[in-house]
């Protein structure tokens, strides 16, 4: 079939590059977000979805809205059988959906209907489930609410971010999305409609969401770190200034901490919360790069009684 692939960031490349590698199929065009500041210059630059295809020698289609007339008129031309998509990050309207013939079909990183939405993955790992996946459906205008062609499943692990469960699923994911489009060219495919029970949302996760509540157990307080990793970033406030947690473990034989205390010995930063202590190992005061937690708190000189959050008296 004749593809036209849709996709902006890192994670949507193995997809991508999984459909260029197939010989049943051929990518004819891939459409991304426009190029962005990026770095301390804040010059253009293109997606890692538009860099892989310019790689590949592949025409790269960039309309700043999708409802755009003259990207909507390229897409008639081109004709494709079926657009694959991976996290293009703009909504697309019925005039664009009715082109190819085999319609939009979504690489979406959680089991639907669960999680339909932004941010599927984080809030997988921020609400502690042990197994989520990916699945692919056709796009219609309701938010991931499409038939589902297919699913993979994949464990929550203990330590996972939010990031190390994205890169697994990303892979996994490619596998999927390529089987489906194979399944939909030889009619071995049929979309089965979600059902009505089980609908959950994943809405974008703000750096509001992500700033720390100490007073919650120490379990919640290591699914929102994990969760938040790499992005937003979990934080909390030190002396009145954002304090990001990159990494803290739980540390349940400490429970002598009330909510927000901090504990400082020579190796290892200790923080109460509404159940035991978790530690913090990774840390990134406002301006800084991200350092080992104990070397943290020996340059602040932490003193007795100081706190993390808001309200304390560390903020």
Known sequence: MKLV????PEVAVPALDALIASDRHEVAAVVTRPDAPAGRGRRLVASPVAQRAEEAGIEVLKPRRPKDEDFLNRLREIAPDCCPVVAYGALLPKVALDIPAHGWVNLHFSLLPAWRGAAPVQHAVMAGDEITGAATFRIEEGLDSGPVFGTVTEEVRATDTSGDLLTRLAFAGAGLLAATVDGIEDGSLQAVPQPADGVTLAP??????????WRAPAMRVDRVVRGCTPAPGAWTVFREERLKI???????DHTDLTPGELSVGK?????????????LVWVQA????????????RGVRIGAGERVGQGGSGG
């Open 246 to 252: 990159v990494q803290a473990l739980p540390a349940p």
């Open 204 to 213: 974008k996760i703000t750096v509001e969401d992500a700033e720390i509540d």
């Open 5 to 8: 692939f849709a996709g902006t």
């Open 286 to 297: 406002q301006g800084k790069k991200p350092m080992r937690a104990a070397d943290w708190a």
């Open 267 to 279: 190796n290892h930063v200790h923080v109460g919360t509404g159940s035991h202590a978790v530690e």
